[in-house]
Structure formats: C-alpha cells, structure tokens
C-alpha cells in the first residue's frame, strides 16, 4: 500500500468514527478477513487435496477429544444443522473416511469416528493448513497477532454474552429514560 493510499485509508476510518459508525466498520473488517482467510483456505485445500473446507472442519472435529462425538455434538461444535451433518457424514461414510457406530447405552444415538483413510488423510492435511494459517498472518509480528488474540476473544465474550441477552430486552433496557433530577 502506498503512503497515500495508506493516509486516506486513515482519512477514511476517522471519518467512519465520526458519524457513529465505527462498529460497522469494524464488523465489515472482520468480515472481509474472514472471507479472504476462507478464500485462501478453500482453494488451497480443494487443489492440494481435493477436499473441501466443510469436509475439513468435519473430520477435524471428529479427530479432536472426546474422540467420537455424537452428530448432535457434531452439529453444535459446527454450529451447523442436524441435517447438514448427516448429509456429510453419510458421504464421508461412502467413501470410506468415517465409521458410525452405535452408542452401546442407547441405540439411537451413533458416535463416529475416523476411519484408518480419515486418519491418514488428515495427518497430511492438517500440517499443510496450519502452514497456510500461519503463512497468510506472517505479515504481523508476533505482538500484534497476541494483541489481535486477546481483542477477538473479548469481542467473542461480549457476542456470547448479548446473545444470552433477548434482543428485544436489550432495546427496551437501551430506551429506558434515566432518572430526571
């Protein structure tokens, strides 16, 4: 980015500030990072190993402790429907990645886990991504990256907590008039 260019991007996000629309700005920044960071991730995956990221996130989940979640477990650590996973899972099961196996306490509940070709294949996947991770932040030193850390994980605390919060109390609670004097 050239000097001027990098003055009128300040130019540009003071201005934002001063008409109150800071947290839009913000929410578009991480916005736009996330999607490049996907982006990247997406095709690097799909021409490395001709996955996708959803397969991805999948069976590294299914690799991470406790080994063999439930689908509804599955569901909410993807923050994804029921349905979603159980479309996934019965094609990674047709080719061979994962097992599904019975709860042995109840019947209707499967667990499942990867298979020795799972395993496998995300052994080699699983260094190559943290690569690309680690590539495509290279650009921050390290005490910028720990500052960015610590600033998303209290913005994601603060998220957490508003969504424990109904939307409408929030309003109400937002309108209510001060105590007059």
Do not use: Y
Request: net charge positive; proline share 6%.
């Amino acid at each position: 980015m050239s000097p001027s260019s990098t003055s009128k991007q300040k130019d540009d996000d003071e201005a934002w500030t001063l008409r109150g629309k800071l947290e839009l700005r913000t929410w578009l920044r991480l916005l736009a990072c996330c999607n490049l960071m996907l982006m990247n991730l997406r095709g690097n995956l799909r021409a490395e190993f001709g996955m996708t990221l959803p397969t991805f996130d999948i069976l590294v989940q299914i690799h991470r402790p406790p080994r063999g979640p439930t689908m509804g477990e599955l569901s909410k650590r993807l923050m994804v429907s029921k349905g979603s996973v159980t479309d996934l899972i019965e094609r990674l099961e047709r080719r061979g990645l994962v097992v599904r196996r019975a709860d042995p306490n109840d019947g209707r509940v499967q667990h499942v886990f990867l298979s020795a070709k799972g395993s496998a294949i995300l052994d080699r996947v699983i260094p190559q991504h943290d690569s690309w991770v680690t590539d495509a932040m290279a650009g921050l030193d390290r005490d910028t990256l720990a500052k960015l850390n610590r600033m998303l994980g209290e913005l994601k605390d603060v998220l957490r907590a508003e969504k424990a919060t109904p939307a409408r109390k929030r309003r109400a609670t937002a309108k209510a008039p001060g105590p007059r004097a």
